[in-house]
């Protein structure tokens, strides 16, 4: 092959299921996309991709190749730089996933001096608080709260958020003030019931028991997939909430919401980067990495 440019596409077309989101990711035709692939399989006599009217698959033979075309563009990219360090600057995409509070509180408010030590790098920067497909969906690092849940992808552990449990002062004017969990129960206190898919199990009240960590069934009719609705929803006096305190810190510090039993907080949460692929990583993406490692550690435990 005369250039590098087919294994790219290609790549990123596997990545993304798709020649239409794959072309518009990497600011080219969708013809040219196809084309690509089209030529680059018949270079190497396999059929790489299944194709079909609602979406494209690799084949077992395209998912081995894709294996080795994954590493081969990320060598390239490391031998351009390799004896360059700081001398060269960072270029490309770099996509990553951050959870919404997250990135509003702390990573989006340091963005600037990171664009400014890297102007040739364009971000593009989702924020959800979904667990994003990191493969299908074409990130090159996400960083996630709590477990993984998918032990195929590799995790840097960051540290622990710490947690809090809060309320707004009108609805402890209304329920009264917990000190216990009997308080919970005899007082009648609801809970803002939250999960990144409506419709799943609530998780419950969550609280230590001895070495480990126990819950608690409270009612509650308000359901949200959100971090930022979910502490809107305390704010409005609507439940409790078991909230990292890096989003809710502000709140607590102006009276908006106010700290319950700091003895029943429910466990850290887990803070991690996740990458798709162990080995041969950009350079862009160590960079980053390492940037959001340093944001964050100050909230971190």
Same mark, same amino acid.
């Given at each position: 092959m005369?250039n590098l440019?087919?294994?790219l596409?290609f790549t990123?077309?596997?990545?993304?299921?798709?020649?239409?989101?794959?072309?518009?990711?990497?600011?080219?035709?969708?013809?040219?996309?196809?084309t690509a692939?089209?030529?680059?399989?018949e270079v190497?006599g396999?059929r790489?991709?299944?194709?079909?009217?609602r979406s494209?698959?690799?084949t077992?033979?395209?998912?081995?190749?894709?294996?080795r075309?994954r590493?081969?563009?990320?060598e390239?990219?490391?031998?351009?730089?390799m004896f360059?360090g700081?001398?060269v600057a960072l270029?490309g995409r770099l996509?990553?996933?951050?959870?919404?509070? !997250?990135a @509003?509180?702390?990573?989006?408010? &340091? =963005?600037?001096?990171?664009?400014?030590a890297?102007?040739?790098l364009e971000l593009? #920067?989702?924020s959800t608080?979904r667990?994003?497909?990191?493969?299908?969906?074409?990130f090159?690092?996400v960083?996630r709260?709590?477990?993984i849940?998918?032990?195929t992808?590799?995790?840097?552990?960051l540290?622990?958020?710490?947690?809090?449990?809060a309320?707004?002062?009108?609805?402890?004017?209304?329920?009264g003030v917990p000190?216990s969990?009997?308080?919970?129960?005899?007082q009648?206190h609801?809970t803002?019931?939250?999960?990144?898919?409506?419709?799943?199990?609530p998780?419950?009240?969550e609280?230590p028991?001895?070495?480990?960590?126990a819950?608690?069934?409270?009612?509650?009719?308000l359901?949200v997939?959100?971090?930022?609705?979910?502490?809107?929803?305390?704010l409005?006096?609507?439940?409790?909430i078991q909230a990292?305190?890096?989003? !809710?810190? @502000?709140y607590?510090?102006n009276g &908006? =919401?106010v700290?319950?039993m700091?003895d029943?907080r429910?466990r850290?949460?887990a #803070?991690?980067l996740v990458?798709a692929?162990?080995?041969?990583?950009?350079?862009?993406v160590r960079?980053?990495?390492k940037w959001?490692?340093?944001?964050?550690?100050?909230?971190l435990?």
């Open positions: 005369q440019e087919p294994l596409i990123t077309v596997a990545e993304m299921g798709s020649f239409t989101h794959a072309a518009e990711s990497l600011g080219i035709q969708k013809g040219r996309a196809s692939v089209r030529k680059l399989e190497v396999v790489l991709l299944h194709r079909t009217t494209v698959q690799l077992e033979d395209g998912r081995a190749f894709h294996a075309a590493d081969l563009l990320a390239v990219d490391d031998l351009h730089s360059a700081d001398r270029r996509r990553v996933d951050l959870p919404t509070e !997250v @509003r509180m702390t990573i989006v408010p &340091a =963005l600037p001096d990171f664009m400014a890297h102007p040739e593009e #920067v989702s608080d667990q994003v497909d990191l493969v299908q969906e074409g090159d690092c960083l709260l709590g477990p849940g998918d032990e992808l590799i995790a840097r552990p540290g622990l958020l710490r947690m809090v449990n309320a707004s002062p009108a609805y402890l004017a209304r329920y000190r969990l009997e308080d919970l129960q005899r009648e609801r803002i019931h939250f999960s990144t898919m409506l419709g799943a199990k998780h419950g009240w609280y028991d001895g070495d480990s960590y819950t608690l069934q409270l009612p509650g009719a359901h997939n959100s971090a930022q609705t979910y502490e809107a929803a305390a409005a006096g609507l439940g409790l990292p305190l890096l989003g !809710v810190g @502000r607590l510090e &908006a =919401l700290e319950i700091p029943f429910r850290a949460l #803070v991690s990458v692929h162990r080995s041969n990583l950009s350079r862009r960079a980053f990495m959001i490692e340093d944001v964050l550690t100050p909230y435990e």
